[in-house]
């Protein structure tokens, strides 16, 4: 059985987060009186206070802000190399998802990459993997 | 009024620094208790306060393997005032606890220490089980499902940022590992006391693009120890006492990735609004650098240079060296004298302010030194001064 990567714990702060991916969709916390997107997603809105924050979809795009190649076997569910990359992401100011860019060779990622996501299930998580557009 | 009271480092002490030691944990903080005591010329029934980070931290006791109040019981220390733990702005936030309690007059001579054990744990799993999780929380869940699980991957973005937008060259970045090589060979503790060279740094494997091997700390045993004195209490202690001239803290938003940019650029601007003193009075900097890119950003931070401007700063490693204008983590920082966490930066700038750094000493007459730690979600920095 293959060793599966290290899985989030679900709870009702990340569920949305983590099982967004099973319709296809990136939910982000959003507060629902100023309209600040909340992540890493909280019950309260770290802009205005307001405890009415619910998930909202966004397109599911971003831009590669900043990455690293991985050359080092810190777990074995990992292929080296393989890119982190710190993705900005479209629609939502301010916040960035730390993920990987697949389906492309490791030396062809760059800053301002236009990516989108591209999820991953793994048991009852999906994970937002991002590939070039 | 009555002028403020002042914090003031006594004594400072370390035990021996290596891997796979054997010699327990407690015992090896009180290596470094003792030295320091001695130095301070206390006894520790004059220690009335206990400060560590991050405290024991039972899932984890390779990382930190004693806390402050198994510390307190084990020495006997009758404590007016303790504190430990993780949620402070990184390692040296035990300092500035312990000095803010001196000032406020809860205590007058405290202890702050930093142990770890990360190599004895590796070596023995079975009275130090690793870490391990059937499910990842906290900050943790935002980083491991990508596989992005070492300090090295998230430090290693902010260095990618550097190359990006200001052309940080590996030549460059290598000065960091070379000058901390080229000081622990003259460190008779630092555990890694061979010279580095230019070729060798550039061949070496990958960790985390763009940090090479060479640019990362490595598992220690080890303790430091640091007295915080009373301003009001030196007439008890028989070293020459340096000033804390200046404390500053900051956290951004305690992430390594929602953050705009690494927790030391405001922590270095705080410092100066504390102090007279500015950059250029400064002798010796002694920098966090678990990676080598975190000192690089603290020479920023600080306003020895611009932002920026850090990689021609230190190119071709004179102005940094032992003998030039800035020496840096003249004991060989974490890279060369062992991942000490922290501690080892203020230690070795108390070190170097009391001319007592044997083959390392820098010249002149050093009266000013800056130590940090953390640089990334937290970073602290201390100016220390001989007045």
Same mark, same amino acid.
């Given at each position: ?56 979809? *966004? #397109?599911?795009? $971003?831009?590669?802000?900043? =990455? ?7 777990? !074995?569910?990992?292929? +080296? ?5 710190? *993705? #900005?992401?479209? $629609?939502?100011?301010?916040? =960035? ?7 492309? !060779?490791?030396?062809? +990622? ?24 | ?387």
């Amino acid at each position: 059985m293959p060793v599966t990567r290290p899985l989030p714990r679900l709870d009702s702060d990340n569920r949305a987060f983590w099982t967004g991916g099973a319709e296809g969709r990136l939910l982000l916390n959003r507060c629902q009186d100023c309209r600040t997107f909340i992540h890493p997603p909280r019950p309260v809105c770290h802009h205005c206070l307001s405890e009415k924050v619910a998930p909202e979809a *966004v #397109a599911g795009t $971003g831009t590669v802000d900043t =990455f690293t190649v991985n050359h080092q076997k810190f777990h !074995p569910a990992f292929e +080296v190399p393989y890119v982190i990359a710190r *993705v #900005a992401i479209d $629609g939502a100011p301010g916040v =960035f998802l730390t993920s990987n860019i697949v389906g492309c !060779p490791v030396d062809a +990622v760059d800053f301002g990459d236009r990516v989108k996501v591209k999820f991953e299930q793994q048991d009852d998580v999906w994970l937002p993997l991002f590939e070039k557009i | 009024m009555a002028a403020p009271l002042e914090a003031y480092i006594s004594g400072v002490g370390q035990s021996e620094i290596a891997v796979k030691q054997t010699r327990h944990p407690l015992l090896l903080t009180l290596d470094a208790a003792r030295e320091a005591l001695d130095e301070a010329g206390l006894n520790i029934s004059q220690i009335d306060g206990v400060s560590t980070y991050p405290g024991r931290v039972p899932a984890f006791l390779g990382f930190s393997p004693v806390g402050a109040d198994e510390l307190i019981d084990a020495l006997g220390i009758r404590a007016r005032w303790y504190a430990g733990g993780g949620e402070i702005t990184s390692q040296l936030g035990a300092v500035v606890a312990a000095a803010t309690a001196v000032r406020a007059g809860l205590a007058r001579h405290v202890l702050c220490f930093r142990t770890v054990y990360e190599a004895a744990a590796m070596a023995r799993p079975e009275e130090y089980p690793p870490l391990r999780r059937d499910r990842v929380d906290g900050q943790s869940q935002w980083f491991a499902p990508f596989g992005a699980i070492s300090a090295a991957n998230w430090t290693a973005q902010y260095a990618m940022r550097h190359v990006k937008l200001y052309g940080l060259t590996r030549e460059q970045l290598a000065q960091i590992a070379l000058t901390d090589r080229a000081n622990a060979c003259r460190n008779p503790r630092a555990l890694v006391r061979e010279p580095l060279g230019m070729d060798e740094y550039l061949s070496a494997r990958m960790i985390s693009s763009p940090l090479c091997l060479y640019d990362c700390d490595r598992f220690t045993d080890a303790s430091t120890v640091i007295i915080v004195s009373a301003g009001n209490a030196l007439d008890e202690i028989r070293c020459t006492p340096v000033r804390i001239a200046a404390m500053a803290g900051t956290v951004e938003r305690h992430s390594w990735d929602q953050a705009e940019w690494m927790a030391c650029y405001p922590t270095g601007s705080e410092l100066w609004k504390h102090t007279d003193y500015k950059p250029a009075d400064v002798d010796t900097a002694q920098l966090y650098d678990g990676f080598s890119f975190q000192a690089v950003a603290w020479l920023e931070s600080l306003g020895f240079c611009g932002v920026g401007e850090g990689g021609r700063f230190i190119e071709g490693g004179q102005r940094i060296a032992l003998d030039g204008e800035l020496p840096l983590n003249t004991f060989g920082g974490q890279i060369g004298a062992g991942r000490l966490h922290g501690f080892g930066f203020a230690h070795e700038a108390v070190v170097q302010l009391r001319g007592k750094g044997g083959e390392r000493q820098i010249a002149g007459d050093p009266k000013v030194a800056v130590a940090t730690s953390g640089g990334g979600p937290l970073a602290t920095a201390l100016l220390l001064a001989r007045d």
